[in-house]
C-alpha cells in the first residue's frame, strides 16, 4: 500500500506546480488587461466658420465660444470631461452662450481643437474636429439650435515600453436655447494599460524554475 505515495505524492507535486504556474500566467495578463487609470491634462479652443483656426475668432451673431482646461483623472478606464459652464470654465471642452440676436444659424459651422499636455508622450497632441449648425433664433427672442459635432471616437496613444497606453475620446452633441450658455462635454476611454515590467517576467520564470527544483527533488 505504501509503495505508491511517493508517485501520489509526486504527481500532486506536479498538479501543484502546473496549477502554481497557471495562476501566475492568468495573474500577469489580468494585469496586463485591466485599464490603468490615468490623469488627463488639456485644453480646447475654438472659431466658426469653414477652416477657421480656432482663437481666431469666437462669436457668430448671438453665438460665443469660450475655451477651457481640463485636469481629469479616469476611474476603471473612464473619465468624464463633464463640469458646467463656468467663468472660466473648468473640467470641460469649453462652453456655449447663445442671445436674442435673431439669426439663422443652419448651414453654419464651428471647428473645436483639443490639446493634451498629459499623459506625457500623448499622441498626436491635439485634434481639429469639426461640425455643422442648425436652428434659428427668431425676432420674438425664441428658439435655439443644435451644435452636430463629429462623434467619431479620436483614437490617441501615450508613453513608451512599460509606461505605454492609448485612449479613445469621444464629443457629445450640444442644444442650447436663447438667453441660455452649455457646457461642451466628453468622455475618454482608457484602451490600453500599462506593459508588466520585465522585473514581472523574471520573478515568473525564477518561480517556475524553483517549483521545477523541488518535483525533480522529490523524484530522486
Same mark, same amino acid.
Given at each position: 500500500? /505504501? ?12 498538479? @501543484? ?11 500577469i495578463a489580468s494585469g496586463a488587461a485591466n485599464a490603468v487609470d490615468t490623469t488627463f491634462v488639456g485644453s ?20 460665443? %465660444? ?5 485636469n481629469v483623472t479616469s476611474a476603471g478606464g473612464f473619465a468624464s470631461i463633464g463640469n458646467g459652464p463656468g467663468?472660466? /470654465?473648468?473640467?470641460?471642452?469649453? @462652453? ?8 439663422? %444659424? ?8 483639443v490639446s493634451f499636455t498629459a499623459p506625457p508622450g500623448t499622441t498626436p497632441g491635439s485634434v481639429l474636429i469639426?461640425?455643422?449648425? /442648425? ?65 514581472? %517576467? ?17 523524484? @530522486?
Open positions: 500500500m /505504501n509503495t505508491h505515495r511517493p508517485a501520489r505524492a509526486g504527481i500532486s507535486l506536479r498538479r @501543484s506546480a502546473i496549477a502554481l504556474a497557471a495562476g501566475a500566467v492568468l495573474g480646447t479652443k475654438g472659431c466658426f466658420g469653414v477652416a477657421c483656426a480656432p482663437g481666431a475668432s469666437a462669436t457668430l451673431v448671438g453665438l460665443t %465660444y469660450a475655451d477651457s482646461t481640463f467663468t472660466p /470654465n473648468l473640467d470641460n471642452l469649453g @462652453s456655449f452662450t447663445l442671445t436674442t440676436a435673431p439669426f439663422t %444659424y443652419t448651414g453654419n459651422h464651428f471647428d473645436l481643437q469639426h461640425d455643422t449648425i /442648425n436652428g434659428v433664433v427668431g425676432a420674438t427672442d425664441n428658439g435655439g439650435l443644435f451644435i452636430d459635432l463629429d462623434n467619431t471616437p479620436k483614437h490617441f496613444t501615450f508613453g513608451s515600453g512599460p509606461t505605454a497606453g492609448s485612449f479613445d475620446f469621444f464629443l457629445n452633441d450640444v442644444s442650447i436655447t436663447t438667453g441660455h450658455s452649455v457646457a461642451l462635454t466628453g468622455t475618454i476611454s482608457t484602451q490600453v494599460s500599462a506593459v508588466p515590467e520585465p522585473e514581472t %517576467y523574471a520573478l515568473f520564470l525564477a518561480g517556475l524554475g524553483a517549483v521545477g527544483f523541488m518535483v525533480r527533488r522529490r523524484k @530522486s
